[in-house]
């Protein structure tokens, strides 16, 4: 079964390819397999960061769960439960402090950064979302974070996804824009408070991390 949506039926004319620059707004843009020259230090921090803290579904304030499972590393982890969504200091399933942010994840987040026109970005803050085939997150906005100057950077491993785009208010229409596997995407200043999401993910196993899709977000969280 086939819909317009559809990963494999999405843009035939966009280039994806590593190396290339797409811009979506005067503040944000794909940096296509930006990540791939850090695979091989990425997926085992990643295997460590979720041996301390393993993914978790958490619950909204509104009663659901979650379809994506979350971790994190860095001084400060997202957390939420039926009180709020909100940053922590120590991990509430274990009372411990986050893992500390590996290096590697720090220079890529900069390097990345830097190619955006983003100069000196230092997160203090990475969350690992690990989506499995239908898992979905709903259009928002990102506003725990005290300073919404400092960019976000993002990036998708695993399996394809396809992205949403939006404005600044919920109703505005967004664009679709496909994520694969070592994209980064970059987005700060004017775009920053942009709704965003990703569509139910498509079962297209990936050769490394075969029925997944981990998205890292770096974040000047304060
Ligand atoms: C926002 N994660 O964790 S990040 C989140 O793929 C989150 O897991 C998504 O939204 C994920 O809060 C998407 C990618 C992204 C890219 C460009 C944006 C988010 C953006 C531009 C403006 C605002
Ligand atoms: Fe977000």
Redesign the pocket.
């Known amino acids: 079964m086939t819909s317009p949506f559809d990963v494999a039926t999405l843009d035939l004319f966009r280039d994806t390819s590593p190396g290339q620059h797409e811009s979506?707004?005067p503040a944000?843009c794909?940096l296509r397999g930006h990540a791939l020259p850090w695979m091989e230090a990425l997926l085992p921090a990643i295997e460590r960061i979720a041996a301390a803290a393993p993914f978790r579904q958490l619950t909204t304030p509104g009663g659901g769960l979650m379809s994506?499972a979350l971790t994190g590393c860095g001084s400060l982890g997202?957390t939420s439960d039926e009180y709020g969504y909100r940053y922590s200091r120590l991990n509430p399933e274990s009372g411990k402090p986050w893992p500390a942010m590996p290096d590697a994840f720090t220079e890529l987040a900069r390097d990345a950064a830097a190619a955006a026109g983003f100069a000196d970005f230092t997160p203090n803050a990475c969350?690992i979302?690990r989506?499995r085939p239908g898992s979905r997150?709903g259009l928002?906005?990102?506003k725990n974070e005290r300073d919404t100057q400092a960019p976000?950077v993002?990036v998708?491993l695993g399996m394809p996804?396809v992205?949403l785009?939006g404005g600044f208010k919920r109703s505005d229409p967004a664009a679709r824009v496909p994520?694969y596997h070592g994209d980064v995407?970059?987005?700060g200043g004017a775009?920053?408070?942009?709704?965003?999401?990703?569509m139910p993910l498509q079962d297209f196993p990936h050769p490394r991390l075969q029925r997944q899709?981990l998205?890292l977000?770096f974040r000047w969280v304060a």
Not at 191 to 198: A, E, K, Q
């Open positions: 979506l707004g944000a794909v994506v997202w969350l979302n989506y997150m928002h906005q990102d976000i993002s998708s996804a992205f785009f994520l995407a970059v987005w775009d920053r408070m942009r709704y965003h999401g990703v899709r998205n977000t």
